[in-house]
């Protein structure tokens, strides 16, 4: 067992060190000859995201200041204190700031990609194009943390309802 694992140690280090695969030269060709139009349709996305973006932290910050927090304080001042809701706050303030950051990372590679020439440099184009993508990915994962922590908070109070 000890072998089997040591071997795949090996293999999941050799797999993470090999270069990426370079894209055909069909691909470079279509990403150069349609440098201008991924380019327009990057830009608009960026825009669409940041809409998005000034939404969602409105949003999250309404919950937070308007929801979140007073229903907390009235908890404590009725003596009925419970950790799962303050654990839900610390869980929600902390996912939000995460958001926040990741956005803001997204937001900087994206507009870096925006900036490269992908006529004469489609094979980088492409490459933070990938990263770009993951990104994204990962500002969508934190928006469905917080939905969670949303949906969660709401099931908090609708246990509370049969205490009190």
């Keep these: 067992m000890k072998r089997f694992l040591t071997i795949l140690m090996i293999l999941v280090v050799s797999l993470m060190t090999l270069p990426t695969l370079a894209i055909s030269e069909t691909q470079k060709e279509t990403i150069a000859d349609h440098c201008e139009s991924i380019?327009?349709?990057?830009r608009?996305?960026?825009?669409?995201?940041?809409?998005?973006?000034?939404?969602?932290?409105?949003?999250?910050?309404?919950i937070m200041s308007k929801f979140i927090m007073p229903f907390?304080?009235?908890?404590?001042e009725k003596s009925l204190?419970?950790?799962d809701f303050v654990e839900n706050q610390?869980?929600?303030?902390?996912?939000?700031?995460?958001?926040?950051?990741?956005?803001?990372k997204y937001q900087k590679m994206l507009e870096d990609l925006i900036s490269i020439d992908c006529k004469n440099e489609p094979e980088r184009f492409y490459n933070?194009?990938?990263d770009v993508r993951k990104r994204r990915k990962t500002m969508e994962q934190d928006?469905?943390?917080m939905r969670q922590l949303i949906s969660e908070h709401?099931?908090?109070?609708?246990?509370?309802?049969?205490?009190i």
Excluded: C, H, P, W
């Design 90 to 104: 610390n869980d929600f303030t902390e996912t939000k700031l995460v958001f926040a950051n990741d956005f803001t």
């Design 143 to 145: 928006v469905l943390k």
């Design 128 to 130: 933070e194009l990938t």
């Design 154 to 163: 709401v099931k908090l109070i609708d246990g509370l309802k049969g205490k």
């Design 39 to 42: 380019k327009t349709s990057l």
């Design 72 to 76: 907390n304080v009235k908890l404590v």
């Design 44 to 62: 608009m996305i960026q825009r669409n995201d940041s809409k998005a973006r000034v939404f969602l932290g409105a949003y999250y910050e309404t």
């Design 81 to 83: 204190s419970n950790a």
